[in-house]
């Protein structure tokens, strides 16, 4: 059983449109992380949300926790080809022991 | 500083052939990881370790072996491999461990067994 589920698993858009990753869970979470990997390259940390109901901006992207702390959102502005990646949110399960477990993962191309 | 390195970046195997994937790390971090990655099922962790000496398991151990002699390497030793275990190794450290912490992961290595 996969307990971080991402949607839309794949996403192949435009330059300059919006778009919005989800992170979902029965579980309730501590604290979540999202990554982004390029291609022969490892996951690369970029943003740590903490409390329910926190939203954190890093330029274009928006990162949203659930009030509930068991979602989580990544939006992204006027997407860019550099953009292009997997993204990847973890979370430490409450009382899971400082371990993260990884979403599924949503593979986005952004295309000129 | 180098971060994370891991080597080899490719290796094939044969069935019930042993290797060692090699991780080193350079940023004096206490905590140490490993990780696989195979497709539609993001990461999954399979050993880790808090400080030189003290190893334990992740979600998916079996198969696998670990040591930590030193602070900076973290090897993962695959004893007889099976095609199972093809799949994208990842090796992470950390200063911490905690959750919230920053992990950086290495290039990884992409190992296939036939």
């Known amino acids: 059983t996969q307990l971080l589920e991402q949607s839309p698993q794949f996403l192949s858009i435009q330059e300059g449109e919006n778009l919005t990753v989800y992170c979902n869970s029965s579980?309730?979470?501590?604290?979540l992380q999202w990554y982004r990997q390029e291609p022969g390259e490892g996951p690369v940390l970029l943003v740590t949300?903490?409390?329910?109901?926190e939203v954190k901006k890093l330029k274009r992207l928006t990162f949203q926790f659930g009030d509930a702390r068991k979602d989580s959102s990544l939006h992204i502005t006027a997407a860019q080809p550099g953009d292009t990646g997997l993204y990847l949110c973890?979370?430490?399960?409450?009382?899971?022991?400082?371990?993260?477990?990884f979403g599924t993962g949503t593979q986005l191309k952004v295309e000129l | 500083n180098a971060g994370v390195t891991q080597t080899p970046k490719f290796q094939v195997l044969k069935t019930g052939q042993s290797m060692t994937l090699q991780c080193a790390q350079d940023?004096?971090?206490?905590?140490m990881s490993w990780y696989r990655q195979d497709p539609g099922m993001g990461l999954r962790l399979i050993h880790y370790?808090?400080?030189?000496?003290?190893?334990d398991q992740g979600e998916v151990p079996n198969g696998y072996n670990v040591s930590r002699s030193t602070t900076e390497d973290f090897p993962l030793r695959l004893l007889s491999a099976a095609p199972s275990q093809t799949s994208v190794y990842f090796c992470?450290?950390?200063?911490?461990?905690?959750?919230?912490?920053?992990?950086?992961f290495g290039p990884g290595t992409r190992l296939t067994v036939l």
């Open positions: 973890a979370g430490e399960v409450t009382g899971g022991g400082n371990k993260l477990t």
């Open positions: 949300v903490v409390t329910g109901g």
């Open positions: 992470a450290s950390s200063s911490t461990g905690t959750a919230t912490d920053t992990q950086y």
């Open positions: 940023m004096n971090h206490e905590y």
């Open positions: 579980s309730v979470f501590s604290s």
């Open positions: 370790s808090v400080g030189a000496g003290i190893t």
